[in-house]
């Protein structure tokens, strides 16, 4: 089992920036990919970014040039760091993690709520 946990969540303003921390543990040595959602009121969940094991990421290309994902292995830690926010990015976000071979994101953190004032 893995166990995720987010923080780092807020209010800003538009035009500022958050870094999200996802801090994993348990059986961490079988995460390969690992990724951000987010999900806005009355909005289907979105794939924000997701990133490898060796550091190869995507983005969603609302977010492209503005978030950056990144892990530290060593801490056991995966980043997305926001920049020049936007009203529309308010939603929760949760970071998942999936195994070496899994089809999809397997494990789940709580949430962390994110809200963008204009």
């Known amino acids: 089992q893995v166990q995720l946990v987010e923080s780092g969540g807020g209010l800003v303003q538009a035009g500022g920036s958050l870094r999200l921390s996802c801090v994993a543990s348990?059986?961490?040595?079988?995460?390969?990919?690992m990724g951000w959602y987010r999900q806005a009121p009355g909005k289907q969940r979105e794939l924000v970014a997701t990133?490898?094991?060796?550091?190869?990421?995507s983005y969603t290309s609302s977010v492209k040039g503005r978030f950056t994902i990144s892990r530290d292995n060593a801490k056991n830690t995966m980043y997305l760091q926001m920049n020049s926010l936007k009203p529309e990015d308010t939603a929760v976000y949760y970071c998942a993690a999936a195994r070496v071979g899994a089809r999809e994101f397997e494990y789940w953190g709580q949430g962390t709520q994110v809200t963008v004032s204009s």
């Open positions: 348990g059986s961490i040595f079988s995460i390969n990919a």
């Open positions: 990133i490898t094991k060796g550091g190869s990421t």
